[in-house]
């Protein structure tokens, strides 16, 4: 936030100065047109038979000379006010590290199995953005079989959204109509909703529309009574205001913007829940977790090489340190050995014993005498190879 505060107030400073420029600008040049105008002026009162005069001319060299002047104020101005665009671009190359290789390892993709699994992962990330002749093109491309892509429901869902955004209930409504039991078992507002907008959206169109509005009212509002008895009759409130227009009356809100923004995120919400996929692809999830631990990793690279232990990074599948990541970037369970006070990986999985407590495989090993363990939680003796790897 630092580097982006020191940049903005750099771009701050462009603006200040441009508005200064542009204001001055505007003077002087109606100054000059002022100039002018008073040389038309002065000439158009001679007779055009006439030569013209000695104070015609000295007129008329006092414009010019005025003019000159101003213009090279206004050129000079112009040429600080580059100066001042150039410090912007240095302030991000100041804050901002242009060079990321310092924290990312190249031999990732070298593989083919890796190489393969990024573009996989890209080309649903399409799919899910509907998105669906580029992630063709990215298939074709790449080689990817197009039998292991499947176009995840998100893509369809997502369609959806951009309806709703665009002002088309149809798509919806048909969608939360195939799963309304599923929605009310869920206790979802979601067909409330959208229902909710389908009436204010045939109101819009005047008093000719009342009756049309009243119909649709009893056709789909009669399921909901019981759970949105108030929010329907705070619905056919409005219908009194229909000669001097809803956004004149005190229910202007139900035709806000916000209304269609907040139904279209709650379908999506609800709907990925229901379909048990999740909101964001994973390319984003993945995308979003960088950029957050970017900063953090930076850092530590800087503090690395400057006490020369970079090899220590080097090569491990794990960070050297913790990142602190929001509550929705947290997908699995995390496990730490009660032993050894160490979080549990790939290498270094949890363990079950027989009698049912987890430790962590170097616990494990560390504990070991022989053929023999004895569980550090309870007095049960049995052999290590019995303990099981746990998968969370």
């Given at each position: 936030m630092e580097s982006c505060a020191a940049v903005e107030k750099e771009v701050e400073k462009v603006i200040n100065k441009f508005s200064a420029i542009n204001d001055h600008s505007q003077r002087i040049i109606g100054d000059v047109i002022s100039l002018i105008e008073k040389l038309r002026s002065s000439i158009a009162e001679g007779n055009p038979d006439n030569k013209v005069t000695a104070g015609q001319v000295d007129v008329l060299n006092e414009a010019l000379t005025k003019t000159k002047d101003k213009l090279h104020r206004l050129t000079t101005e112009h040429r600080d006010l580059h100066g001042t665009v150039s410090k912007v671009g240095k302030a991000i190359d100041r804050n901002?590290?242009?060079?990321?290789?310092?924290t990312s390892r190249t031999d990732v993709f070298q593989t083919e199995r890796n190489v393969m699994l990024l573009n996989k992962i890209m080309a649903q990330h399409f799919y899910r953005q509907g998105m669906d002749d580029v992630a063709d093109a990215l298939i074709k491309e790449s080689g990817l079989p197009a039998e292991d892509i499947v176009p995840e429901p998100y893509a369809e869902l997502h369609r959806i959204w951009e309806a709703i955004h665009a002002g088309n209930l149809a798509p919806a409504l048909d969608w939360a109509g195939r799963y309304s039991a599923e929605l009310d078992a869920r206790n979802s507002t979601l067909e409330f909703k959208l229902h909710r907008l389908a009436f204010m959206q045939i109101l819009n169109g005047g008093v000719q529309a009342q009756t049309e509005a009243i119909a649709y009212a009893r056709t789909n509002f009669a399921k909901f009574v019981r759970r949105f008895e108030k929010d329907i009759q705070i619905l056919m409130g409005t219908l009194i205001y229909l000669q001097i227009g809803i956004h004149n009356s005190p229910y202007k809100y139900l035709t806000a913007p916000e209304m269609w923004i907040e139904t279209a995120d709650v379908f999506l919400k609800d709907a990925c829940q229901l379909l048990g996929i999740n909101k964001d692809s994973p390319l984003s999830v993945i995308v979003n977790a960088g950029c957050t631990a970017l900063p953090a990793l930076l850092n530590l690279k800087q503090v690395m090489m400057s006490r020369q232990v970079t090899g220590i990074w080097n090569g491990r599948d794990e960070l050297p340190i913790e990142i602190d990541l929001e509550p929705e970037n947290r997908f699995h369970s995390i496990f730490a050995c009660p032993i050894l006070r160490q979080q549990s990986s790939e290498d270094n999985p949890p363990m079950k014993l027989l009698c049912g407590h987890v430790i962590s495989r170097?616990?494990?090993?560390?504990?070991?005498?022989?053929?023999?363990?004895?569980c550090p939680y309870c007095p049960m003796e049995q052999c290590p190879s019995d303990a099981k790897v746990i998968y969370f």
């Amino acid at each position: 936030m630092e580097s982006c505060a020191a940049v903005e107030k750099e771009v701050e400073k462009v603006i200040n100065k441009f508005s200064a420029i542009n204001d001055h600008s505007q003077r002087i040049i109606g100054d000059v047109i002022s100039l002018i105008e008073k040389l038309r002026s002065s000439i158009a009162e001679g007779n055009p038979d006439n030569k013209v005069t000695a104070g015609q001319v000295d007129v008329l060299n006092e414009a010019l000379t005025k003019t000159k002047d101003k213009l090279h104020r206004l050129t000079t101005e112009h040429r600080d006010l580059h100066g001042t665009v150039s410090k912007v671009g240095k302030a991000i190359d100041r804050n901002f590290v242009a060079d990321f290789t310092a924290t990312s390892r190249t031999d990732v993709f070298q593989t083919e199995r890796n190489v393969m699994l990024l573009n996989k992962i890209m080309a649903q990330h399409f799919y899910r953005q509907g998105m669906d002749d580029v992630a063709d093109a990215l298939i074709k491309e790449s080689g990817l079989p197009a039998e292991d892509i499947v176009p995840e429901p998100y893509a369809e869902l997502h369609r959806i959204w951009e309806a709703i955004h665009a002002g088309n209930l149809a798509p919806a409504l048909d969608w939360a109509g195939r799963y309304s039991a599923e929605l009310d078992a869920r206790n979802s507002t979601l067909e409330f909703k959208l229902h909710r907008l389908a009436f204010m959206q045939i109101l819009n169109g005047g008093v000719q529309a009342q009756t049309e509005a009243i119909a649709y009212a009893r056709t789909n509002f009669a399921k909901f009574v019981r759970r949105f008895e108030k929010d329907i009759q705070i619905l056919m409130g409005t219908l009194i205001y229909l000669q001097i227009g809803i956004h004149n009356s005190p229910y202007k809100y139900l035709t806000a913007p916000e209304m269609w923004i907040e139904t279209a995120d709650v379908f999506l919400k609800d709907a990925c829940q229901l379909l048990g996929i999740n909101k964001d692809s994973p390319l984003s999830v993945i995308v979003n977790a960088g950029c957050t631990a970017l900063p953090a990793l930076l850092n530590l690279k800087q503090v690395m090489m400057s006490r020369q232990v970079t090899g220590i990074w080097n090569g491990r599948d794990e960070l050297p340190i913790e990142i602190d990541l929001e509550p929705e970037n947290r997908f699995h369970s995390i496990f730490a050995c009660p032993i050894l006070r160490q979080q549990s990986s790939e290498d270094n999985p949890p363990m079950k014993l027989l009698c049912g407590h987890v430790i962590s495989r170097d616990a494990l090993h560390k504990l070991s005498n022989g053929p023999i363990l004895k569980c550090p939680y309870c007095p049960m003796e049995q052999c290590p190879s019995d303990a099981k790897v746990i998968y969370f």
